[in-house]
């Protein structure tokens, strides 16, 4: 393989890889500093938090929670929610919540419980991607997707490997058969 090939090879090759990290950072490696991420799936919070974004919450407990916060919470249905909270009811350790865009509060209110946390921050459309790589059938297609482009990182030196062994195959051929290898003098 051409020198100035292998160096863009390599080029395109480690930063294929430097995404696929940073997109294992945001998908997981986050949680180590105590963020949890969840896909929006509606559009309730729009525009604060757009359908298919990916919030990152830090656990709260109810005390921390002020009446205007946005809060991640389990509903009755097990569903997870992030809306706002637009009054807390201390006597019935609940919130009352509303999304941004809904004209009416929500019916039910979330119990102190259900609480997971606070949303810290958000990535329009990283939730599609996260979708994407934790689903069958597309989450075997994306792990496959990395193999092949780890083989395709190790190829080159694959190559060069091979025409190092067979330089050595035919030197040493050469050399049982009395020859002068090409190249040597």
């Known amino acids: 393989m051409p020198r100035s090939v ?3 090879w390599n080029i395109v090759s480690w930063a294929l890889v430097l995404c696929v990290v940073a997109l294992a950072v945001l ?3 986050i949680r180590l500093f ?3 991420p969840y896909t929006v799936l509606s559009g309730s919070m729009e525009p604060a ?5 990916l919030i990152y919450v830090k656990a709260a407990s109810a005390e921390q929670v002020q ?3 946005p809060i991640t919470f389990h509903r ?3 569903v997870v929610a992030t809306h706002r909270a637009v009054a807390i009811d201390q006597a019935a350790s ?3 919540t509303k999304g941004d865009a809904n004209n009416t509060a929500d019916a039910s209110p979330v119990p102190y419980q259900a609480l997971i946390g606070i949303p810290v921050f958000c990535i329009p459309y990283l939730g599609y991607v996260s979708g994407v790589l ?3 059938p597309l989450m075997y297609l994306s792990w496959s997707a990395l193999a092949i482009l780890i083989l395709l990182m190790l190829l080159p030196e694959l190559l060069s490997a091979a025409d190092r062994a067979d330089k050595r195959t035919a030197e040493k051929k050469a050399r049982d058969n009395g020859e002068t290898p090409k190249g040597m003098i």
Do not use: A, E, H, N
């Not at 938090?49 to 974004?53: K, L, M």
């Open 49 to 53: 938090y757009p359908t298919g974004s």
């Open 6 to 8: 292998k160096r863009i």
């Open 134 to 136: 934790t689903q069958p």
């Open 76 to 78: 009755s249905d097990g």
């Open 27 to 29: 998908l997981g490696g």
């Open 34 to 36: 105590g963020l949890t």
């Open 67 to 69: 009446v205007g916060d």
């Open 94 to 96: 609940s919130f009352i």
